[in-house]
């Protein structure tokens, strides 16, 4: 097995990636008699250098779940509180599957069936290679996921500034003197758009070699107090904050672009359309100092090196598209874009590196949705209107769901009414592990195997990692069940129709050959004279390997350090991945501009019509509800221990102090008559729920905070630790009406509430 090496005469050591979160940590796993015995963290690994937080020690447990699905389940009733779950072998999963889409789409159009994809999806080979075939057998339209309850925003600021939504800078922390970070919380999520395992380590290693951290967060968080400096803020403001700077770095002409100054566009029209926004005007809807605001854009243009790093609380905001993008902008002003110590475009080994400095730009709008006609951002709706598509009778109607690694019926704004909505689907299918509040709705669960039975390559976060790095691990147990990859495949065929046929090894050949021959006719390409056929003989000689794998290969063989199947010497493949079980080291972060950019113009463009004409809206929001301070608003949080909603059935993870409370400043407390222990009441313009009430001086007063992710109560779920500890759902109030327009992301912070005892 690969990976696997020899240690005492009966343990075996194995080493692979954990794919639990984006850090992205090296394991190493003791197997003792076919078992797990200890996992801890891989101190060689190249990367992570040893670090393991409490979640990757339960990969384990996860693994060992009773209540995880080992084979297909299909639903009997209707109403999921009562309905029964027949275990079926995969074929008949697969029959009723079919007669239930190809009968939605038969009956409806292709339109008429939806999918949602979600987080874990992303972290999971199978689902990343094939879930966009499977979209683009689905011809349908309504394509969501959770990326627009998440990072849409970063990737609309990317498409206009760079002409690709997925070119995502990442902080340079092992090298940065300055960094600047508003609405992340590393300490408790471990990073994200940032691949950095041990990130609470690498924010030691800046201060200790002298560099300064502030952080922006509406709470005094761990990451914050780790920090030289908080700075709090008022939700869904971080636009202004950042606004307010660029407009000091014009107004003092503190204005160097450095080396992407000869590639940078529209700095003119983005000094004019900054400068009505005055640190004293940011300071009255911000609520920090104007003082403080001019003192920090002058600290960043007088920083050797700075990154301006912005996440969730930055993204999921009325302005987060605006806020994204300034955050960039600051980085392109102050000379941090593209430079060492400041945010930088890692390549990762399966990306090719290749690029003439120029493409086709990016767009959105090719399609509107049918209810509120909403533009398609990267080909998908926002998944906020999807219960409205579902619900809105009317040619076009959403009848049927595919969901895969997705728990929309909690994660979701109006999560209740999205819940509600699945009821009255005509089919639904699930790719999933766990039968949770989503998945008791679905007609047939179909569960991928565990993380431990499946090869990893990080391959998305890989890309937005700290330090050019590589790491392939195979599966560490086998399993007689289909392979993710596998169910993709055959939903894929299922929808295309019954031309396609069953069997997943066509499309995987389709695949295959077709990267191999896209290899071989590339312009000056290395395999310009080889075959196919010998080039396939090559990737398909180790039996072991899945068609994940072959693709992979393909990738990092013809990548920017491949070995271009033996014609550049020393170059990646599987192979050397496989023989190095810590990872593969390569190489600091460089400049990649002008090459990686993919606008039209060859330039960045800093003054894209949409983001200026965005201004317009900020200036609004100034005589808006943001801007009154009296209102009481409501914003999410994460903890170490949690992750989004699927990891509250193994009990070392949950066990201990409640933490899915409302925390509330002290003075509030007393202004609403709440106590430490106590229970309130919380309801927003479409919701209401109880909850248990922590006091605590590290938030914001006027701010009141949630975990996501909880709220298991509901009948059908099989969960036999999770359901015992469920929480509340903070999402019944969250409203999917608020959106960032640019983006379609929903507004999960900064909601406005009401707050009683209960
Ligand atoms: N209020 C509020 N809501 C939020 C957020 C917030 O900050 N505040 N955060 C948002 C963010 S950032 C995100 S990413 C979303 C997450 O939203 P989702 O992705 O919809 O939800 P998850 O809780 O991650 O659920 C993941 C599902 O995948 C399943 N799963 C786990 N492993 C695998 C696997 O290997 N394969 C497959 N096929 N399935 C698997 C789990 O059983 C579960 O059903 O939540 C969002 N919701
Ligand atoms: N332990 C754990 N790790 C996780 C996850 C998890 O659920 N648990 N989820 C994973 C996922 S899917 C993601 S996307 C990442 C997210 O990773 P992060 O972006 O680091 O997410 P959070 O920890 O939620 O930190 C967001 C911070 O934003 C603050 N905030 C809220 N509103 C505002 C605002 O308007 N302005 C500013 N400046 N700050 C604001 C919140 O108080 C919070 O501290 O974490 C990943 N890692
Ligand atoms: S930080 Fe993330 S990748 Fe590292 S061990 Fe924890 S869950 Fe796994
Ligand atoms: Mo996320």
């Keep these: ?19 639990l979160c984006e850090a992205s940590c090296g394991l190493e796993l003791t197997i003792r008699d076919g078992a797990v015995l200890r996992i801890r963290g891989d101190r060689d690994n190249v990367l992570s250098r040893g670090f393991i937080c409490p979640k990757g020690s339960a990969l384990q447990k996860l693994h060992e779940d009773p209540d995880r699905l080992r084979s297909p389940i299909v639903r009997r009733g209707d109403d999921p509180a009562t309905a029964t779950w027949e275990q079926v072998s995969w074929d008949e999963a697969f029959a009723i599957v079919e007669e239930g889409l190809r009968g939605v789409q038969q009956r ?17 080979l199978g689902a990343v290679i094939f879930n966009a075939p499977l979209i683009r057998a689905m011809g349908s339209k309504n394509i969501y996921s959770a990326s627009t309850v998440d990072q849409m925003p970063k990737h609309v600021s990317s498409g206009y500034l760079f002409g690709n939504p997925i070119s995502i800078p990442v902080p340079d922390l092992d090298r940065t003197d300055f960094l600047f970070m508003l609405g992340a919380n590393p300490y408790e999520s471990n990073g994200s758009l940032c691949t950095a395992p041990d990130f609470p380590g690498r924010m030691k290693e800046i201060r200790a070699r002298g560099g300064r951290i502030v952080t922006v967060d509406p709470r005094n968080t761990k ?32 204005v160097d672009l450095g080396s992407v100054a000869e590639f940078t566009s529209g700095v003119e029209e983005i ?88 493409g086709r730009g990016f767009t959105t709008g090719r399609r509107h949705s049918r209810v509120r006609n909403y533009p398609e951002i990267r080909s998908e709706f926002p998944v906020a209107t999807l219960a409205e598509e579902i619900t809105t009778p009317g040619d076009g109607q959403v009848r049927a769901l595919i969901t895969v690694a997705g ?40 569960p991928p195997p565990s993380a431990l039975e499946r090869s990893d390559y ?55 050959d077709g990267a191999l021959q896209g290899a071989i006719a590339l312009p000056d390409s290395p395999i310009a004279d080889r075959t196919v056929d010998e080039l396939r003989a090559i990737l398909t000689a180790d039996p072991d390997r899945m068609a994940v794998d072959h693709i992979v290969d393909i990738m990092i063989r013809t990548g920017a350090y491949g070995d271009w199947f033996g014609a550049v010497p020393d170059g990646l493949s599987l192979d050397v991945l496989a023989d190095s079980p810590h990872g593969v080291d390569l190489g600091d972060l460089k400049p990649r501009l002008p090459g990686h950019l993919r606008t039209e113009s060859g330039t960045i463009e800093l003054a894209n019509p949409a983001i200026v004409g965005d201004f317009a809206r900020l200036e609004a929001s ?45 003075d509030d407390a007393e202004r609403f008559g709440l106590i430490d222990g106590g229970e309130a009441t919380v309801a927003s313009r479409v919701g209401a729920l109880v909850i248990g009430v922590e006091v605590t001086s590290d938030i914001l007063p006027g701010v009141v905070s949630i975990p996501h992710g909880w709220g298991h109560s509901l009948p059908g779920v099989r969960a036999g630790i999770a359901v015992g500890r469920p929480g509340v759902n903070t999402n019944v109030l969250t409203d999917p009406e608020q959106l960032d327009p640019l983006s379609g992301n929903a507004v999960l912070n900064g909601i406005p509430v009401t707050v009683a005892p209960a």
């Design 271 to 358: 000094a004019d359309a900054v400068a009505p926004f005055t640190p004293e005007r940011a300071a009255s809807i911000t609520g920090i100092p104007a003082a403080t605001i001019v003192r920090l854009a002058r600290e960043l243009a007088a920083a050797p090196t700075a990154a301006v790093y912005g996440r969730i609380g930055t993204h999921t905001v009325e302005f987060g598209s605006l806020a994204s993008w300034a955050a960039e902008a600051l980085n392109i002003c102050t000379g941090n874009l593209d430079s060492p110590g400041g945010m930088m475009f890692p390549l990762a080994a399966h990306e090719s590196g290749r690029g003439k400095g120029k």
């Design 622 to 666: 100034f005589s808006g509800p943001l801007a009154d301070p009296s209102t009481l608003v409501l914003v999410g949080r994460r903890d170490l221990r949690s992750n989004n909603s699927w990891m509250h059935n193994v009990n070392v993870l949950v066990k201990g102090k409640e933490r899915c409370t409302l925390n509330v400043h002290p």
């Design 223 to 254: 990451t914050a107090q780790n920090s030289d400096e908080w700075i709090p803020i008022r939700p869904g403001t971080d636009a202004h904050l950042l606004v307010a700077m660029l407009q000091v770095l014009f107004a003092e002409d503190l």
């Design 1 to 19: 097995m690969t990976g696997v090496e020899s240690d005492m005469a009966t343990d075996t050591i194995h080493h692979r990636t954990c794919p």
């Design 407 to 446: 728990n929309p019926a909690l994660s979701t704004p109006s999560a209740d009414r999205l819940d509600a909505a699945l009821t009255e689907l005509e089919f639904m299918v699930c790719v999933d592990p766990w039968l949770n509040e989503t998945t008791r709705h679905a007609n047939v669960i179909l």
């Design 108 to 124: 409806h159009g292709r339109d008429a069936v939806a999918a949602y994809f979600g987080n874990p999806g992303v972290h999971s």
């Design 458 to 512: 990080h391959m998305a976060f890989l890309a937005m990692a700290v330090h050019n790095f590589a790491e392939w691990s195979g599966p560490l147990f086998p399993t007689d069940s289909l392979q993710e990859s596998d169910i993709i495949a055959r939903l894929a065929l299922i929808v295309t129709g019954p031309e396609a046929g069953s069997d997943p090894q066509a499309l995987y050949d389709l695949m295959i």
